[in-house]
């Protein structure tokens, strides 16, 4: 008997000095933690203050997304013997100069992908990479600050493709008016006088014309993510036909060593480019496409794949 109670005397001891032991555990992981966070608050601080110095802030982010595949003789599918891959790229870079007195902010946006499908069964199909994504984008704001949100400034954009038709059709932005920066990352350019310079080769609906141009930019890195979303807009003032606007916007989240995961996806909204289309796709015996006719769909585009962090 006296055994049993020594046992079990024991028993609640050991029990007793483990659950102390755990709620000492938990209570210094707490504390931990508690300084962990604290710590990071602080190193937060320390980065928004390094942002607001003057001089120059550089930085880049990519995507690329890689996709092949292959069958023989796989019988369930429409075509048993064939291959296929999709290839895209993606690339954001800044380059932005502050000082006391102006600003200059100069970015570059590339989305380029490729796409195949090669139906070995077929002699007669086109086995080769087609371009599937083509956008290129450069942009240099400079402004004069008149005071801490607001400037004077004059923005510079040219859009284009690069793969198919370089310059065919390329666009050219060139315009005065203000910039506000309502917070450190984003900036919202409102510029009534901009004149649309639109290129192109042959005849071509492409028209050039003077309007107001809007552009709202936001990039930010938060410790392991990426982030940028990029709104242009030009509305023209001789004929929304020749207006358009383009919203690209780009996710990366750092794992390991600057890769991670990226997603981009982009909209767009371009009369004088649907139009275009339809002209150069339109079936024998169909009414010729015109602005008024056009069917001037939304276009879109997306990326997902490994992420690169400069």
Do not use: C
Not at 37 to 44: C, F, N
Not at 99 to 104: D, V
Not at 132 to 156: E, H, P, Q
Not at 269 to 277: I, R, S
């Amino acid at each position: 008997m006296r055994r049993v109670v020594l046992a079990l005397i024991v028993f609640m001891g050991f029990q007793l000095g483990y659950s102390q032991t755990l709620e000492e555990l938990n209570a210094e992981k707490k504390l931990k933690t508690d300084s962990i966070a604290a710590l990071q608050g602080r190193v937060d601080a320390i980065q928004k203050k390094i942002k607001a110095l003057p001089g120059w802030k550089t930085g880049a982010f990519g995507t690329v997304g890689l996709s092949l595949s292959g069958f023989n003789n796989w019988y369930s599918k429409g075509a048993p013997n064939s291959s296929s891959g999709n290839i895209g790229v993606t690339a954001n870079v800044y380059a932005n100069l502050k000082q006391e007195k102006f600003f200059w902010r100069n970015s570059l946006n590339v989305n380029l992908g490729w796409v195949k499908f090669d139906d070995k069964d077929n002699p007669d199909d086109d086995d080769s990479f087609r371009s599937a994504t083509d956008v290129f984008s450069l942009t240099s704001l400079y402004g004069r600050n008149l005071s801490n949100k607001l400037a004077i400034s004059a923005l510079g954009e040219y859009r284009t493709t690069i793969i198919d038709n370089f310059n065919d059709p390329g666009y050219l932005d060139f315009g005065v008016g203000a910039t506000w920066t309502p917070i450190t990352d984003l900036i919202v350019v409102i510029h009534p006088l901009n004149y649309n310079f639109v290129f192109s080769s042959g005849e071509s609906v492409f028209e050039s014309s003077m309007g107001a141009k809007i552009v709202a930019d936001y990039t930010r890195q938060l410790g392991k993510v990426n982030f940028k979303t990029n709104l242009s807009m030009f509305q023209s003032y001789k004929s929304s036909d020749f207006s358009n606007w383009t919203w690209t916007n780009s996710f990366g989240y750092t794992l390991w060593k600057g890769i991670g995961l990226g997603f981009e996806f982009g909209l767009r909204d371009n009369k004088q480019e649907a139009l275009t289309y339809a002209i150069n796709n339109v079936d024998v015996g169909d009414p010729t496409p015109t602005f008024d006719n056009v069917d001037n769909d939304l276009q879109t585009y997306w990326l997902l794949g490994l992420n690169y962090s400069f």
